[in-house]
């Protein structure tokens, strides 16, 4: 992943590490340490800031902690009836991070108008 994020970096610039270009768009300013709650664990990695701020990776939103794969597990478990501590439960095991309360009803909160609007039909 942090390859990736360096190669897409390096696109947005327009110019690698240390190069000077015509066509370069920006200035290098550091990085940042990001966490992102995955199936597989924890990903730590550094996200490398432009002057401007203006880059936004590809690989996930710009606030988001939780990978969607895990976001999907929490709605369909929502769905099929399993109640939120047994929904913390399974997620603790799957991912091995605890997640809190509030971050599985937020999940499913964004469910509540689509599965309404479903019922409904």
């Not at 002057?51 to 710009?62: I, K, L, S």
């Not at 399974?90 to 999940?107: I, M, W």
């Amino acid at each position: 992943m942090q390859g990736t994020l360096t190669c897409e970096f390096t696109e947005f610039l327009g110019a690698a590490p240390h190069e000077r270009t015509a066509e370069r768009r920006g200035v290098r300013n550091g990085t940042r340490p990001r966490t992102l709650v995955t199936r597989v664990g924890r990903l730590v990695h550094a996200v490398t800031r432009d002057r401007a701020g203006c880059f936004t990776p590809t690989v996930f939103a710009r606030y988001q902690r939780h990978e969607q794969a895990l976001l999907c597990t929490l709605t369909e478990c929502y769905l099929q009836g399993v109640s939120t501590r047994k929904v913390r439960h399974a997620v603790e095991t799957l991912a091995g991070e605890s997640v809190s309360a509030s971050l599985v009803s937020a999940a499913t909160k964004r469910l509540d108008a689509t599965l309404a609007a479903w019922r409904a039909r």
